[in-house]
């Protein structure tokens, strides 16, 4: 079976200070890939998606990136966080060639300060 | 592009009540609608779909419905219960597309 994995869980940083998240994929080849954010109390935005290694759509300007070195790998960075980028970080993925169903990873709640 | 509208923001009902949350999305080619339920502090989880072939779909106390005409579906829970408390999402797929597009959520509080 398919399983997804993001570390850290809990993350603090200091304002301008460099990030790194990952996101791993175990089950499955050549999945879509999918970074969002939650603020809190708030919905699900949507920064970047991948359908294959070093194919990276940009949904939203800002001072992230993203990358997929490996075919099951996603990571989301920063080389200054601001105060605006605490929030949810959610990895997701979906075979979409075979189904359309989208499963979220455990998350990385990140606070910057 | 793809835009999905939820309501309500939020919803209150007693134990036993029933529940209704409705999606309306504007890009008739969508063809998956996926609702996922969200408990405080952890990860979105999908609970049911539908499929644009498909009216209506049912698994126990949860069901959603398909109105392709209307461009709308809807979320039913039956006979809540307090741990059906949570964040409700809809999101809709166009054709084609590789991505969700989500609604904005529904807080559904159950008092027993």
């Known amino acids: 079976s398919q399983t997804i994995h993001q570390w850290p869980a809990t993350l603090v940083q200091p304002v301008g200070s460099p990030l790194s998240l990952e996101c791993t994929v175990e089950?499955?080849?050549?999945?879509?890939l999918y970074w969002y954010r939650q603020a809190a109390g708030r919905g699900l935005q949507l920064l970047f998606y991948?359908?294959?290694?070093?194919?990276i759509s940009s949904e939203v300007p800002q001072n992230l990136s993203a990358s997929r070195p490996q075919d099951r790998q996603f990571i989301l960075s920063s080389k200054k966080l601001l105060l605006s980028d605490s929030g949810f970080y959610l990895c997701?993925?979906?075979?979409?060639?075979?189904?359309?169903?989208?499963?979220f990873g455990p998350g990385t709640r990140l606070t910057v300060l | 592009g793809e835009n999905v509208e939820q309501h309500p923001s939020t919803l209150s009902v007693q134990e036993g009540d029933s529940a209704v949350i409705k999606c309306t999305y504007s890009?008739?080619?969508?063809?998956?609608f996926p609702w996922y339920k969200q408990e405080l502090g952890k990860r979105p989880q999908l609970i049911i779909d539908?499929?644009?072939?498909?009216g209506e779909k049912k698994d126990q106390r949860i069901a959603v419905t398909l109105n392709k005409t209307a461009k709308h579906f809807s979320l039913h829970i039956t006979e809540t219960q307090p741990e059906d408390s949570a964040v409700y999402f809809c999101a809709a797929l166009p054709r084609g597309a590789d991505k969700l597009i989500f609604g904005t959520g529904t807080r559904l509080q159950v008092f027993p």
């Open positions: 089950g499955t080849s050549n999945p879509n």
């Open positions: 890009d008739s080619a969508s063809n998956y």
């Open positions: 539908i499929r644009s072939n498909v």
């Open positions: 997701a993925w979906s075979p979409l060639r075979d189904s359309d169903e989208q499963f």
């Open positions: 991948s359908v294959g290694i070093g194919q």
